[in-house]
C-alpha cells in the first residue's frame, strides 16, 4: 500500500526539490497517508469543477439504472455485433479483448443497478460521476471499436458487407485510439474483482465526498484516476453523445441490411439495398472523421491538462507545507 501511496504522490505533484526528496523518505506512513489524501482532495475539487460543465442530461435522466439509457439497447447490440464479426473474421477472443472487458464494465454496471440508484437518491457525487462518466466511455469505446476496426467489403452483387480486420485492430491500437476509455473501463473492472466498487458503495452511501469518506487509501486513488482521466476527456471531446450514438446506429443499420441482402428477394429490393447501403456509408465515413479527430484531441488535451495540474498540486495539497 505505501509504495501505491508514494506513487500517487510522485505522479500527481511537481518533482520535489532535494530537501523535499529527504523529509518526503523520512515521513511515516500515515504522513503520507494525510498527504495522499489531500492530493485526492484537490484533484477531487478540479474533476467536480469540469463535471458540472458537462452536459450529461441524458445519461443522468436514468438515475443510476443503466437499463434506461436512451441507447442502453444501442450498446447492447453494438457488443453483440463486435462478438460475432471477430468469430466470423477468425479473430481470436484474445486478440480484441477490448470487447470482453467492455462487456464486463456494462454488465458490472447492470448488476449493481440497485446501488447506483440508491447513490442518487441520496446524491451520492462520487458515484453519480463514476456512473455517468463510465456509461459515456462504454459509448465512445464501443464507437471507436466499430470506427477502427471495422471495414466495408464490396461483393460481386455490388452490396455490402462488414467485416473486423485484424490489422486494422493491431495498427489502432498501436496508435493508442480509445486507449483512455478502454484503459479507465479496465481499472472500473479491476475495483469490481478485487470488490473495491462494494468498497466504494459502503462508504460514498454514507458520505458523499471523496478522500477521507473513503476507508481505503488505494480505492480512493483508484476511484479519482478513474473519474479524473472520463470527465476530462468528456470535457475536451468535441463530439457529442448525439454523434457517437447516430454512429452507431447508422452502422448497426448497415449491418442489418447486410443481414436483408439475400437471394430470396427480387432484384429491385436488391437495388434498393445496395443504394441505401452506399448512403449509410458515405454517413459513416463522415461521422467517422469527427469521431477520430475529436478522441484524439481529447485524448491530448486531457494529458496535458492533467500534467499542467500536476504542476500546481503541491500548492493545492499543502503538501508543501509537510515537507518544510
Do not use: C
Amino acid at each position: 500500500m505505501i509504495q501505491l501511496i508514494e506513487s500517487f504522490i510522485r505522479e500527481n505533484t511537481p518533482a520535489f526539490s532535494y530537501k523535499q526528496e529527504k523529509d518526503f523518505s523520512m515521513m511515516t506512513e500515515n504522513e503520507k497517508g494525510d498527504a495522499a489524501n489531500r492530493v485526492i482532495d484537490q484533484l477531487y475539487q478540479k474533476t467536480a469543477e469540469r463535471y458540472v460543465k458537462l452536459n450529461l442530461s441524458t445519461v443522468e435522466a436514468s438515475q443510476g439504472d443503466i437499463t434506461k439509457v436512451e441507447f442502453y439497447d444501442t450498446i447492447k447490440s453494438t457488443i453483440v455485433l463486435l462478438d460475432r464479426l471477430a468469430e466470423t473474421s477468425n479473430i481470436k477472443k484474445s486478440d480484441v479483448y477490448e470487447v470482453d472487458e467492455i462487456r464486463t464494465a456494462f454488465m458490472t454496471l447492470h448488476d449493481y443497478k440497485n446501488e447506483f440508484i440508491l447513490a442518487f437518491k441520496k446524491k451520492s457525487d462520487v458515484a453519480r460521476i463514476l456512473y455517468t462518466t463510465m456509461v459515456v466511455a462504454l459509448l465512445d469505446a464501443t464507437t471507436i471499436m466499430m470506427d477502427s476496426w471495422l471495414v466495408y467489403v464490396k461483393q460481386p452483387e455490388g452490396n455490402y458487407t462488414l467485416a473486423m480486420a485484424k490489422e486494422q485492430v493491431v495498427a489502432n491500437r498501436r496508435a493508442k485510439r480509445g486507449e483512455l476509455a478502454i484503459t479507465n473501463i479496465m481499472r472500473f473492472n479491476s475495483m469490481t474483482t478485487k470488490g473495491e466498487l462494494k468498497k466504494m458503495f459502503t462508504s460514498v452511501l454514507e458520505k458523499a465526498f471523496i478522500g477521507q469518506a473513503l476507508a481505503v487509501i488505494g480505492l480512493s486513488i483508484t476511484l479519482i484516476v478513474l473519474i479524473r482521466e472520463l470527465t476530462y476527456f468528456i470535457f475536451f471531446s468535441r463530439a457529442k453523445i448525439a454523434d457517437s450514438l447516430n454512429y452507431q446506429k447508422k452502422l448497426l443499420e448497415l449491418n442489418a441490411s447486410t443481414v436483408a441482402f439475400n437471394s430470396d428477394i427480387d432484384k429491385a429490393k436488391r437495388k434498393e439495398i445496395i443504394k441505401n447501403q452506399a448512403e449509410l456509408i458515405k454517413t459513416l465515413e463522415t461521422l467517422s472523421n469527427a469521431v477520430a479527430v475529436s478522441e484524439r484531441q481529447a485524448a491530448a488535451e486531457t494529458r496535458e491538462a492533467i500534467e499542467t495540474e500536476k504542476r500546481e498540486t503541491s500548492h493545492m495539497s499543502h503538501i508543501a507545507q509537510v515537507l518544510i
